[in-house]
């Protein structure tokens, strides 16, 4: 249907991916607050309703938008070091949200999440529960670990800074004027240090990372894993 109400059909060579990809260029470059069914139609050059056709409502179009976050994010092995695995999967997870910060809100939303969604979840837990944590500690490291990723991104996404140097120059310009030694001490003292030594705040994702994975070392059993329980239960072993 055209925006007028009348009818129309759809714009030749529009499809569920194409309007999808057009929604997620858009929450990129205004936020989920500039998305809207007319406004990505006119982007399409399309009515409207005729979006109707690819998706039954807004619901919908937000489920197929996070389906393509999550395929972005790498998945984690289950063969191998489970350390690795989750490390890299979580600096994935942290790169593509930081690309599509909008998204962070809703990762964990979704009612009828799609097919990408749900691999990325199953290979999650294979790879905890293959590498030896119980249903229940594995579910504890989930939530740890999105916890982490999914609040360093907002936390960076609010920084009124982008680079070291701009920190820097931040710091000695504005913040160590307002930090008077003597009323002060430790957090004057902190900045003086950190400036000279030449600070990075993109360290500080890895750094918290491997605490939270040297953590959760100490909660698994290496040697109880779903196949070797399995095979104990057959009488294999």
Same mark, same amino acid.
């Given at each position: ?36 069914m007319r406004r990505l139609g006119r982007e399409l050059g399309a009515g409207a309703m005729s979006l109707y056709h690819y998706v039954a409502n807004k619901d919908?179009? !937000?489920?197929? =938008?996070?389906?393509? %976050? #999550?395929?972005?994010?790498?998945? *984690? ?6 350390? +690795? ?81 701009? !920190?820097?120059? =931040?710091?000695?310009? %504005? #913040?160590?004027?307002?930090?008077? *030694? ?6 004057? +003292? ?11 705040p993109a360290h500080e994702f890895a750094f918290g990372l491997a605490v939270i994975i040297d953590a959760l070392e100490r909660h698994r059993d290496p040697g ?14």
């Amino acid at each position: 249907m055209a925006e007028n109400g009348g009818s129309a059909e759809p714009r030749e060579g529009l499809n569920t991916q194409r309007v999808l990809r057009e929604a997620l260029r858009l929450a990129d470059a205004e936020g989920l607050e500039g998305l809207s069914m007319r406004r990505l139609g006119r982007e399409l050059g399309a009515g409207a309703m005729s979006l109707y056709h690819y998706v039954a409502n807004k619901d919908e179009l !937000l489920d197929g =938008m996070i389906d393509l %976050v #999550f395929a972005e994010i790498e998945l *984690p092995s289950s063969e191998g070091d489970w350390q +690795e695995a989750m490390r890299r999967r979580s600096t994935s997870a942290r790169d593509v949200l930081v690309r599509h910060a909008w998204a962070v809100s809703l990762m964990e939303s979704r009612t009828h999440p799609g097919p990408a969604n749900l691999r990325h979840r199953e290979a999650v837990v294979a790879c905890l529960r293959r590498a030896g944590f119980s249903i229940e500690m594995a579910t504890h490291a989930n939530w740890l670990l999105d916890s982490y990723v999914y609040g360093f991104v907002l936390q960076v996404a609010t920084l009124p800074f982008d680079t070291a140097d701009e !920190l820097a120059a =931040m710091t000695e310009e %504005v #913040f160590i004027p307002q930090l008077p *030694p003597a009323e002060y001490p430790y957090l004057n +003292e902190s900045a003086e240090a950190l400036v000279a030594a030449g600070y990075d705040p993109a360290h500080e994702f890895a750094f918290g990372l491997a605490v939270i994975i040297d953590a959760l070392e100490r909660h698994r059993d290496p040697g109880s894993t779903p196949t070797d329980r399995e095979a104990r239960a057959s009488g294999d072993t």
